[in-house]
């Protein structure tokens, strides 16, 4: 978990890191983002530096064309649910006698559900002639600072010495090395290890290790086949793929068995050609 006392214990420990930051962060960079100097990674993503005053920690500021657009699109839709909410208990307390205790009760429930946007409404429940009333409005700073902040997020790291773009790098082999165990825990359901005996637990790593590397394989063979590098859509298709056990009993009491593989769909034969991957007509039996 990133925190301080973390961090601190990396430091004293000689320890190199880069990290994400939470979003309230960027306010201290406020300057530097209405500024120039932008530096191009790649389509879509823009990245600057920001040394830290004392020397010791280097600020990497990035600006994403996706994350704008999703968080834009996210801002939208909260801020329209929390303008219906307030509308409805409006209109509510205009009908029938309410405590302003429960009406803000009420509010303070449709805020939190709908967080990402309950800074940009001020709202104020008052007693008038023994009725609730709600007035609320909302505040153009917070709107402002959601505009220029949208798609940008800050990283940090006591590597005073790399450029931008090599530590904004580095720090995508981190989340792509988080995203090798999920894939342990999802595709390959391999994971929670429930092993009591710590050499059991031993024997499990390894195992994980050498399937994820099987995966990583897979998924190389479908990039260098021109079908991206996540295999998961390739099983997900090939999977419905078909086989059926013919069974015809003879008279003298013994069965023959014959697999048959079905076949496959325009789509599947398109992919296991991409693959170069040949479907076999029938598969062998082998009696247990």
Not at 155 to 171: G, M, P, Q, V
């Amino acid at each position: 978990m990133v925190s301080e006392e973390n961090i601190e214990f990396l430091r004293e420990k000689g320890q190199r890191y880069i990290l994400g930051t939470p979003k309230s962060q960027l306010r201290r960079f406020e300057r530097e983002l209405l500024e120039g100097g932008w530096e191009t990674i790649r389509e879509g993503l823009e990245v600057k530096l920001c040394p830290c005053p004392d020397g010791d920690e280097t600020f990497i500021l990035c600006r994403s064309v996706d994350r704008r657009e999703k968080e834009k699109a996210m801002h939208e839709r909260f801020e329209k649910r929390i303008e219906a909410g307030l509308e409805k208990i409006t209109a509510g307390c205009a009908k029938r006698r309410q405590q302003p205790v429960a009406v803000a009760q009420r509010i303070g429930r449709l805020l939190g559900a709908n967080s990402r946007a309950a800074g940009l409404f001020k709202i104020d429940v008052k007693e008038v002639d023994g009725l609730a009333e709600v007035v609320w409005s909302k505040v153009d700073a917070w709107r402002e600072w959601s505009t220029l902040s949208e798609g940008c997020y800050l990283l940090r790291s006591n590597i005073t010495d790399w450029s931008a773009e090599e530590l904004w790098k580095a720090y995508i082999q981190l989340t792509q090395a988080e995203a090798a165990f999920r894939i342990t825990k999802s595709d390959l359901i391999i994971r929670p290890i429930w092993h009591q005996r710590k050499e059991r637990v031993q024997a499990h790593i390894p195992v994980c290790f050498l399937a994820y590397v099987i995966w990583k394989a897979l998924g190389q063979m479908c990039y260098r086949a021109g079908l991206g590098d996540e295999p998961r859509k390739v099983f997900d298709e090939i999977a419905q793929i078909q086989m059926v056990d013919v069974v015809l009993p003879t008279r003298i009491g013994v069965n023959i068995r014959r697999r048959c593989v079905a076949q496959p769909t325009r789509h599947q034969a398109i992919l296991l050609q991409r693959l170069g991957l040949t479907l076999p007509t029938h598969l062998e039996v082998h009696e247990m």
